[in-house]
């Protein structure tokens, strides 16, 4: 089977194009929801590398336990630093040099 007329091929485009679109739609969406289901795991790495780094800290402080106030404050540092820092793709200086070379009209803000 095969368009003959040219309103057969007309249609035939027209719903080739239409097919492409909704498959892009859809793709986009389970994109964005697999996105949003890492985003919400990063979270508990990130929580899972600070109870590694404590256990680290045990370690090097002769296996005494670290006080638990000293645990509260730092934890609180880093809760507060992923939720509030906007330049945590710009942490390094190989970074930072990368993003000096993009034109002006390019960049970004960058929050102090």
């Not at 645990?71 to 809760?79: A, G, L, P, W």
């Amino acid at each position: 089977m095969h368009p003959r007329a040219d309103t057969e091929r007309l249609v035939m485009a027209f719903t080739m194009l239409s097919g492409v679109a909704v498959f892009s739609y859809v793709m986009g969406n389970f994109i964005e929801i697999l996105d949003k289901t890492k985003s919400l795991n990063d979270d508990l790495e990130e929580g899972e590398e600070l109870s590694k780094f404590f256990g680290l800290l045990e370690r090097f402080n002769k296996n005494k336990p670290i006080k638990k106030e000293f645990k509260e404050v730092m934890e609180r540092y880093f809760e507060y630093r992923w939720a509030v820092n906007k330049n945590w793709l710009i942490d390094s200086e190989e970074d930072s040099a990368i993003y000096e070379q993009l034109p002006f009209s390019c960049q970004i803000k960058i929050y102090s």
